[in-house]
């Protein structure tokens, strides 16, 4: 019998189809493999960056709040006008941070660029970076201090002013004696010579206009001016605090009845104005000798201020008490002794003549 006529079979094993069975299955597998690694790679590849971003945020965030590795405080100024980036900058030459890039970023994620402030800064040992970020914000600047002691002449207190090294800028005009409150003034790097002279007539403004409010009745003076000048002969009378009322009160009923103030230090001051000192005691010539500060030539008070008083002397000719004292004299111990009388005072005088005579002969020759 021949072939023809009978049925044809399904080929096994895709016997027919050209390609083996086994190698349609491999292809299938190797497609399933490369889907599954793609799908891997595209959710991975995200998952590293974060991972990565996110362990260099910690460290960042590590090196940010640790101790700093500078073993003293150092001092860094920081001029008006530097950016973040200056200032990160020179943190990081000066040893103060360890890496100006990660401080840079720190002041950027707390939103603080724009509030670092200029300024002459102590950061203290092992400040960490948040730390210095904090000072620069706060604006905690060193504060340098000028005193003007009580009864300096203004020109004495320029003298003061042009010394400080750390005030800057030329000296302005002498001011006009009295219209300087003597106080200790703070300021930082960079204030003016002439700044500062300012704030001190502004803070004499201030307490006058404040004192003479409440000032009391019937004083032999009418204006804020008589009032300085009264304060500042009773300011370089006394050395000692408490006798400041007593000595005003001395020179407010001299002038009350009338009486010269016979001054000693009015007389110095007609002789070497604003230097201060005489350096030597007053001549008997001197004494009689007729000038505008002379009070014991002329009548009431001198015509400017002799120093610049504090407030416990202005205060206290605003306020004298009710004393029926009219003299004083040195008592050698520093203070002053008080007379109601003239003979008292005499006497007084007397005394203190003796203790000088002493004190001269117990002095090597």
Known sequence: MTDEGKTPQAPEDGAGSGVPSGEKAGRSRSRSRLVRFLLIVVVALPLAALLAAGGAFLY????????????????????????????????????????????????????????????????????????IMGILREGRSILHRITIPEGLTSQQAMQLVEAHPVLVGDMPDTPPEGSLLPETYSFTRGMTRAQIVADMQIAATRVMDELWAGRADNLPFKTREEAIILASIVEKETGVASERPRVAAVFVNRLRAPMRLQSDPTIIYGLVGGQGALGRPIRRSELDQITPYNTYQIDGLPPTPICNPGRASIEAVLNPPETDEYYFVADGTGGHAFSRTLSEHQARVREWREIERRQGAAQPQ
């Open 60 to 131: 960042g965030k590590y090196l940010f709040e640790s101790e700093g590795t500078h073993s003293e405080a150092e001092i860094v100024l920081l001029e008006q006008g530097m950016g973040v980036r200056a200032i990160a900058v020179r943190l990081e030459r000066e040893g103060l941070i360890s890496n100006a890039n990660v401080f840079l970023a720190g002041v950027r994620f707390h939103q603080a660029e724009r509030s670092l402030k200029a300024g002459e800064y102590e950061i203290p040992a092992h400040a960490s970076m948040a730390a």
